[in-house]
């Protein structure tokens, strides 16, 4: 264990280390990526997708080593005995940090399928990992203002479309969609501002979730619900993972029903689009009230409004 070290310390040893392991791995998906498109038969997308997530699957194990070996963490998951899922599902969590990306990764490598996770479309221009992630095969989302939509009113349909590509990739080999429904990480000035009725999260999108589940929803293996928290870090959780200054985190993992309340034509039926939607905010509720009692109850000092969550 290394956490004994200065945080800047462990700063510049973890970013480096995760950067030279981002590097090394990044190379085969590279190659693979380019090879998928020059050679786009069947067999051979489907072979390059199962290696791919193998080195996707090495390369989060060796993050996880990187985290054992300069933080002391420690880990208070609840429900994750329960979970052993073998073909793909659809995982949901809230959204706080960069650091959930790391964490769901690690919490979840031997219980799921790799995950690959709705990005925002701004993170594909990030050098390397950008492309990377895009090789992986993870959906790019844009987030349009109303302005934007009521001009171009075809612009609702592109995140759909993200959404349905990434949804076609699952046939070819078995991975958990990650859907962050808040679509954005938490704060309180975002929270404020978005008329949110929850206490410690943003209101859920259901747009994005209900469609992959009228393309996919009967042919998963399990829908899995995450809330995650920092307990006593929610200023720059990810900056502080870096430095080893992350003490505890909180993980509670439980399975949904794949029933009439999920399965439906979100984008034809208004009375599903809804209840969906409803039915998707109960769940938030269910994540809020949970935070409530077993995370901020004790750590009262996280009610107050964080300057900035990375």
Known sequence: MLNFLPGPVLFILNLLLVSINTLIFSIPILLFAI????????????????????????????????????????????GLENIHVKKNCILICNHLSWADIVILCQVMRKNLPIPKFFLKHSLIY??????????????????????????NPKLKTKDLEST?????????????????????????????????????????????????????????????????????TTQKPFINL?????????????????????????????????????????IWKRKDELLSKEVYLTYKEELEEPKSNQ
């Open 242 to 282: 870096l430095k080893g200054k992350v003490k505890e985190v909180y993980v509670n993992v439980r399975t949904i029903p794949i029933d009439e309340k999920v399965l439906g034509d979100y984008l034809n039926d208004k009375k599903f689009k809804h209840d969906f939607t409803m039915y998707l905010r109960d």
């Open 164 to 232: 349905q590509k990434a949804c076609r990739r699952l046939a070819m080999a078995p991975s958990t969609l990650v859907n962050f429904c808040e679509g954005t990480r938490f704060t309180l000035e975002k929270a404020k501002k978005a008329n949110s009725p929850y206490l410690h999260l943003m209101p859920p999108k259901a747009a994005s979730l209900g469609f992959a589940l009228g393309q996919i929803g009967k042919n998963i293996e399990a829908i899995i619900d995450v809330t995650i928290a920092y307990p006593g």
């Open 35 to 78: 090879v998928r498109v020059i050679l786009p038969l069947h067999a051979l997308q489907i072979g390059i997708e199962n290696f791919n997530n193998q080195v996707y699957k090495i390369w989060a194990s060796i993050n996880a080593l990187i985290i054992a070996l300069t933080c002391k963490i420690n880990w208070r998951i609840s």
């Open 126 to 151: 990030i050098p390397i990992i950008g492309l990377v992630c895009l090789g992986l095969g993870m959906p790019f989302m844009r987030r349009y203002s109303r302005e934007a939509l009521l001009k």
